[in-house]
C-alpha cells in the first residue's frame, strides 16, 4: 500500500523551473515521506505544484510538511460535546472545537454521537448538519459516526455508554437520524449479536455507509458473518470490551484473524498497552490500520473531577488519563490523534510516513474522501507543518483549504 500511495506521487511532481506563475503561498520543509527539502506551491485552496529542491540555504526550514490528519472519532473538543446532554450544542461550539482541532493538526474530523436519547441524537445531527453551509469550517467536516446506541449492553463492552437508551439496531430510526444529519453519517459503529444487527449492517452496507464492529462480545461465526455483509472496520480494537474476557472464545481474535476487516485503535498510551499495538500492528500491518483519538469534549481542560451531562463522574488525571470510576473503565480520551501518531511511531518503530498513511490516508480513503489525505497536485491543500522531538509531534503550522488557520506562537 505504501509504494501505492506513493508510487504516483513522484511522476505527479512538477517542476516548472522559470515559471512565471504567481501561486497564492509556497511552504517549505521535509517530505514527510522521505526527508526530502520540498517547496509546495497552492492555488485556490489545493496544491497547485510540489518542487523536489536539490540544493538548499542553510537557513532551510527544519520542519516536516505531510498532509493534515482525519480523525474519524471525535465524541467532543475543549469542551464541546457533540453527543451529551446538559448543554446545547451550538454552531459556535462546533467551530470552537474546529479550531482547536487544527492547532493539533486534524483537518479532517468525524464529529461522533454516542449512546443517547433519540431526540438529543436527532437535535444534534440537526445543529451539526449546518456546518455544510458553514464556510469557516472549510471543509473540514464531511461527515458523522454514530458509535451506538445499537451495542452490547453488558457491562464493559457498554463502557461508559448509559445503558438506558442501549436497543437493539432500528432502520426507521436511524433513517430519521440519517434525515437529520442531512444524510451525512458516513460510519456506524454496532454490536453485530444484537438482535437485529446483521440486517442492518446489510442495509448500510447497501446504502454506502461504512459499518464498524465496537463494543460488542460477538462470537467468531457472528463476526464472519457481519463481515460478510459488509462490515469494515473494527472500532478502537483492544477496547470496549470486559475487563475479564475467555482467552479463547473473546471479540479480539476473530476481528484481528480476518484480513478483509480493518482496525482503529487508540494510541493514547492509556487505551493499549505497547505490547497490544505492536501485536494488532504486525497483524493488521500499515494498509489495515486507523489511527484514532476517541477523543472527549475534556481534551485541553485541567486536570480534576468532572460530572457529564448524564450526572456521572469522571476524573481527569495529570498524566492525561481520563477515568470512568463507577466501571472502572476508560471514558474516551483526552488527547487528539496527534499524540496517537508519535505514540504508534514509539512502540512498534514504524516510519513517519507509515504513521501518516495511518493517520491520514486510510481514513481519507475508507471513506471515499479522495480530494484529501495525500500530498498531490489537485489535491486539497491541507497540510501540516511540524517538528518531532522525542516521538512528540510539536505543530508548527496548519493549512486547510489553502488557509493557515493556524500558527504556533514559537514561529
Known sequence: MRNQIFSHLLPAILIMAGSTLDAQKKIEGLLFFDDSPVSIEIEDGKIFQITRLDSVPHDFPKTYISPGFIDNQVNGFAGVSFAMGGSDLTEEAIEKATRELWMYGVTTYLPTLTTNSEELLKKNFEV????????????SIPGFHLEGPWISPEDGYRGAHPKQFVRPPDWEVFTELNRAASNKILQVTLAPEMEGGLEFISKCSKAGIVVALGHHNAPADVV??????????????GNGAANTINRHRNPFWSQLADDRLMISIICDGFHLLPEEIQTFYKVKGTDRTILTSDVTSYASLEPGTYLTGMGETVELTEEGLLHYPAQKVLYGSASA??????????VTGCSLAQAVQMASTNPAQLYGLNDRGTLEPGKRADLIVFTIDDFRLNIQ????KGELVYQSDNK
Request: cysteine-free.
Open 397 to 400: 503550522k496548519t493549512y486547510v
Open 337 to 346: 490523534i496527534t499524540k496517537g501518531v508519535g505514540h504508534v511511531m514509539k
Open 128 to 139: 451539526l448538519a449546518r456546518t455544510f453551509s458553514n464556510e469557516q469550517l472549510l471543509g
Open 224 to 237: 464472519r458473518a457481519a463481515i460478510d455483509r459488509g462490515a469494515k472496520i473494527a472500532t478502537h480494537l
